[in-house]
């Protein structure tokens, strides 16, 4: 099951063939965030098309992938150059919200 609550999440900013599966996804994730594979991170990656997502983690005995298809338009990411998503980004990714600007009504130390 897909959980949220408490997992970093990480975005790959380059496009990927969703043929990859765990061996080819795990590669750009070691590649590309090293040494967070099994930390119970959560690795987001889109096709050129923007149409379809893959978030591949680690859930406590063994890698999972979670794949969604949009049947209609695409997924809006935001091209700021970060690669770590908040949950507030995540789930807006996940509905196709593109916010212009994410305000926090107060700071969490």
């Not at 990927?16 to 590649?31: P, R």
Request: hydrophobic letters at 40%; charged letters at 25%.
């Amino acid at each position: 099951m897909l959980n949220i609550s408490t997992q970093n999440i990480y975005f790959y900013q380059c496009h990927i063939n969703m043929h990859k599966s765990f061996d080819g996804l795990c590669f750009l994730v070691e590649t590309n965030f090293p040494d967070k594979l099994l930390t119970g991170s959560m690795f987001v990656f889109v096709n050129r098309q923007k149409n379809k997502l893959k978030i591949l983690y680690w859930d406590s005995d063994g890698l999972a992938i979670w794949y969604k298809r949009l049947e209609k338009g695409t997924f809006r990411i935001n091209k700021n150059g970060q690669s770590e998503l908040s949950r507030r980004e995540f789930l807006m990714l996940l509905e196709g919200i593109k916010p212009r600007v994410l305000n926090q009504r107060f700071f969490i130390k």
